[in-house]
Structure formats: structure tokens, C-alpha cells
């Protein structure tokens, strides 16, 4: 047997498709579907509702199983496998991620998925716990508490000087974001620390020339 042969022979033994059971491919999905689950449930569980997207939570879910899916079809032949990825290269995805969190679950959707499509069930289940863990514990810490907004609207132009007296007196510290003037009216916006938030808008709201007060808080990026 020339050289020739040896190179061609060993060359298509590389590409030569591998066999999976049914077993395996049953196991590994069924077990991609069940941390699939569970990913759904702690990003349902983790997220605030005022960003929650339950059609983003089954995207979550169902990219775990496809994924799983997905390499394990490759692993059955690696000419199928080079195909795949020229396929999957030319998709394009261009929906926004609101929340840095969101980008997050989506990969940790993904590890999974490929873990469990290689046939490493342990680790995916232990990736998913220290994920969990490392979320609970990190959100759980303390962080600065964010500043209020106070809106204040006024008839005259020197009541600016009476509304910054009484957030002194009531505020542990205050900063001017804005005014607006026009020729009947002041609208002054106030970032500011207190926490005598409701004594601070009736004080502001007994000066005469004030028209209306509103004290907002938020659940934003904190500045240190």
C-alpha cells in the first residue's frame, strides 16, 4: 500500500460519521429540557417586572434545546458539522437586549445547550447551580441607594432661593439638574438625597408660590 493510499484511507476515516443511540440523543435532550426549565424559572424569578419578557424567557428555553440539538448532529458527522456552521454564519440577529442581565441568561442558555449536546450533563447541572449561587449572592449586596428626583413648578422667579432652603433643611445632599423659565412660570428640577421624602414636598409645597411638587425615585444606574 503506497503512501498515497495510507493518506487517503486515514483522511476518510476522519470525516467517517460517528454513531449516537436513540439513548443518547433521548438523555441529552431531556436533560437540556429540564435545566431549559429551570433557567426559565430563575430568569422569571430574578428579572424585575417592569423589564420581564416572557416571549425573551422561552427564547431563553428554547435555544437551550436546539443548541443541545444542534451538537448533536455534529458530533454525528463532521462533514455535517462544517456545514452547519456555514449555515448558521450568515443568520444575523438584531433584536435589542434592554437588560445587560438578559445577555447573561442567553449565553449561559447556550453553554448549556452545547454542554449537554457533548454529553456532560454533570457539568451543565453544575454550571446552572453557580450560576444561580453567584446571581442570589451578587444581587443581594448592598449598593448605594439612588438618588430622588424632585420636580418643583412655581409662579414666580425667586422662589428658587425658598425651595433650595427647605432641601437643605431636609436633604443630605442636593444638586440643581435644570431650570426652565418663562415669562409666568419656574420649573425646577432637584437631584437629591432624603429620607424625609414626605415632609420634604409638603415643606416645598406651603411656600406660596409654588403650584405643584413631585418627588420621584428610580430604580437606574447609581453614581458613586
Not at 430574578?46 to 431563553?60: A, G
Not at 443630605?172 to 437629591?192: A, F, G, M, P, Q
Request: hydrophobic share 55%.
Amino acid at each position: 500500500m503506497s503512501f498515497k493510499d495510507i493518506f487517503k484511507k486515514s483522511f476518510l476515516e476522519g470525516f467517517a460519521s460517528s454513531e449516537i443511540t436513540t439513548v443518547t440523543i433521548v438523555a441529552a435532550l431531556v436533560v437540556a429540557c429540564l435545566l431549559a426549565l429551570y433557567i426559565f424559572f430563575v430568569y422569571r424569578v430574578v428579572t424585575r417586572k417592569t423589564f420581564y419578557s416572557k416571549s425573551f424567557n422561552i427564547t431563553l428555553a428554547g435555544v437551550t434545546v436546539i443548541t443541545a440539538a444542534l451538537i448533536l448532529t455534529m458530533q454525528s458527522s463532521v462533514v455535517l458539522s462544517l456545514g452547519m456552521v456555514g449555515a448558521l454564519s450568515i443568520v444575523r440577529f438584531r433584536t435589542a437586549i434592554k437588560d445587560p442581565m438578559d445577555l447573561m441568561f442567553l449565553f449561559w442558555s447556550i453553554s448549556v445547550g452545547i454542554i449537554c449536546g457533548a454529553g456532560l450533563a454533570q457539568v451543565a447541572v453544575i454550571l446552572s447551580v453557580v450560576v444561580t449561587l453567584g446571581i442570589l449572592i451578587l444581587d443581594r449586596m448592598p449598593v448605594a441607594k439612588a438618588p430622588m428626583i424632585l420636580v418643583v413648578n412655581a409662579k414666580q422667579f425667586e422662589a428658587e432661593a425658598a425651595v433650595v432652603d427647605i432641601v437643605k433643611q431636609h436633604a443630605k445632599s442636593y444638586h440643581i439638574k435644570s431650570r426652565n423659565l418663562t415669562e409666568t412660570s419656574l420649573d425646577l428640577v432637584l437631584e437629591l438625597r432624603t429620607d424625609k421624602g414626605g415632609e420634604l414636598v409638603r415643606a416645598v409645597m406651603g411656600l406660596q408660590a409654588v403650584t405643584s411638587a413631585s418627588l420621584m425615585s428610580h430604580d437606574g444606574e447609581v453614581t458613586f
